[in-house]
């Protein structure tokens, strides 16, 4: 009985990442907007209806997608951040996992989805800051407040996590638009801004 159940649910877990696969690259492909459900399960080879099984429309489908592939990295984001080491060390560190975990992914896409269409859906906009902004918002700002007590920035700082995070989503919009043209160094890039903030003129 038990090895019958778990082999449903394994069933049902991998149909379910087969669905979010799908849905992953076919809004790459479209945009949330011109997506289809119907697009979705032909690329995943199964019914349509399949996918209300698991999802209630595309909009859930699209809110899962995103906690399914990001919020496993605000764990990481806040292990990182409650470590006590200099800003350098950890902003180093923070640029690393950025790029192996997000912009050399398809997490990617996710975070570029957002900010190409975010604004005209509103609620889906509100969900990506309250599962996964916010948290990584709240984290750096960790990060920030301890680095100003130590003396490393300007307390000023704490109050705009942003401008720390910045260069990641400066590299996700040129991947998306002028990468051809002249590729971006990401891990250099984002070195760079915070020996900037540091105020130093080193760069590794």
């Given at each position: 009985?038990?090895?019958?159940?778990?082999?449903?649910?394994?069933r049902t877990t991998e149909r379910r990442q087969v669905i979010l696969?799908?849905?992953?690259?076919?809004?790459?492909?479209?945009?949330?907007?011109?997506?289809?459900?119907?697009?979705?399960a032909k690329r995943a080879k199964i019914a349509k209806g399949t996918i209300y099984l698991?999802?209630?429309?595309?909009?859930?489908?699209?809110?899962?997608?995103?906690?399914?592939?990001?919020?496993?990295?605000?764990?990481?984001?806040q292990t990182l951040g409650a470590v006590?080491?200099?800003?350098?060390?950890?902003?180093?560190?923070?640029?690393?996992?950025?790029?192996?975990?997000?912009y050399e992914t398809p997490r990617r896409e996710i975070v570029r989805l957002m900010i190409t269409e975010g604004?005209?859906?509103p609620k889906i906009a509100e969900f990506y800051y309250r599962e996964v902004l916010s948290h990584v918002m709240?984290?750096?700002?960790?990060?920030?407040r301890r680095a100003a007590e130590r003396g490393e920035v300007p307390a000023a700082l704490v109050d705009f996590p942003q401008i720390l995070v910045a260069p990641g989503l400066v590299a996700i919009i040129w991947?998306?638009?002028?990468?051809?043209?002249?590729?971006?160094?990401?891990?250099?890039?984002m070195k760079t801004h915070v020996e900037l903030l540091l105020g130093s003129r080193k760069v590794s």
């Amino acid at each position: 009985m038990r090895s019958s159940q778990s082999t449903r649910q394994a069933r049902t877990t991998e149909r379910r990442q087969v669905i979010l696969a799908a849905a992953l690259e076919e809004f790459s492909a479209r945009g949330f907007e011109a997506t289809r459900l119907d697009d979705v399960a032909k690329r995943a080879k199964i019914a349509k209806g399949t996918i209300y099984l698991y999802f209630r429309d595309k909009e859930s489908l699209f809110q899962e997608l995103i906690r399914d592939m990001l919020v496993p990295i605000i764990g990481t984001i806040q292990t990182l951040g409650a470590v006590d080491v200099p800003l350098a060390v950890l902003a180093d560190r923070l640029a690393d996992m950025f790029v192996r975990e997000v912009y050399e992914t398809p997490r990617r896409e996710i975070v570029r989805l957002m900010i190409t269409e975010g604004r005209r859906f509103p609620k889906i906009a509100e969900f990506y800051y309250r599962e996964v902004l916010s948290h990584v918002m709240a984290a750096v700002r960790a990060i920030l407040r301890r680095a100003a007590e130590r003396g490393e920035v300007p307390a000023a700082l704490v109050d705009f996590p942003q401008i720390l995070v910045a260069p990641g989503l400066v590299a996700i919009i040129w991947s998306g638009l002028f990468d051809r043209f002249e590729p971006l160094d990401v891990r250099r890039m984002m070195k760079t801004h915070v020996e900037l903030l540091l105020g130093s003129r080193k760069v590794s």
